[in-house]
């Protein structure tokens, strides 16, 4: 499968743990972007990466969430002292940033519970 | 603030009619897209429309862009059970991030 990959699908956590995801990009491509959903809306714009740079950060990522993508390949988004509100899908995407490439081809998704 | 509306939030119709979502957006773009996402899973990219008068059909699925309306359309013809899923426009302004609309809940029944 050379499709957009995320690890775990699912976890449930305790609200003040940290948890962290991975995402692991198309492989050629250069651009990594994190998004949020709730239930009944749409994807939320969190933070992007073009190869290790982090060039976007959203007002929506408190200090409570990091992402770094250390060798331009696959990224990590680690939540730190988690809130219920935290709970979401959260959603990696990836595109290869050139002339005639503008889609973001999207992973299965992290669905994140804090009890 | 960008925003993306689309209307209606949720449709229920018969297979085998036809029926178009809408989608306005409140900043220039000339980039739209269109994505599906079915219950749990994550999103599909349908269509991306690069130009005012854009129009790019799939199946029975066919997406059209007036950028100076700021108005993308998706038109469903003779609906099919298989189509039930949500979908979404997006936008991308002069950054390269996703807005995205509130979805459209689409129930195809017999």
């Known amino acids: 499968d050379t499709g957009v990959s995320q690890d775990p699908r699912h976890k449930i956590t305790k609200r003040g743990q940290n948890v962290t995801f991975r995402c692991d990009p198309i492989s050629e491509h250069n651009r990594l972007y994190w998004y949020r959903q709730t239930l009944g809306q749409g994807p939320e714009f969190l933070t992007y990466?073009?190869?290790?740079?982090?060039?976007?950060k959203s007002r929506l990522l408190s200090d409570r969430f990091s992402a770094e993508r250390p060798k331009g390949s696959f990224s990590t988004l680690e939540i730190q002292r988690t809130e219920q509100g935290d709970s979401a899908m959260y959603l990696c995407?990836?595109?290869?940033?050139?002339?005639?490439?503008?889609?973001?081809?999207f992973g299965p998704g992290t669905r994140l519970l804090v009890l | 603030e960008l925003k993306v509306e689309q209307n209606p939030l949720f449709l229920s119709m018969q297979e085998g009619k036809n029926y178009t979502i809408y989608c306005n957006y409140s900043?220039?773009?000339?980039?739209l897209y269109w994505y599906r996402q079915d219950p749990g899973k994550s999103l599909e990219s349908l269509f991306v429309l690069l130009s005012n008068g854009a129009v790019k059909q799939e199946g029975r699925l066919m997406a059209s862009l007036d950028t100076k309306a700021r108005l993308s359309t998706l038109h469903i013809t003779a609906a099919v059970h298989d189509l039930s899923a949500t979908y979404f426009c997006a936008y991308t302004g002069t950054a390269s991030k996703l807005t995205f609309g509130t979805g459209t809940r689409l129930q195809v029944t017999l």
């Open positions: 995407a990836s595109s290869l940033f050139q002339i005639g490439q503008v889609t973001q081809y």
């Open positions: 900043t220039t773009s000339d980039r």
């Open positions: 990466f073009q190869n290790e740079a982090q060039l976007e």
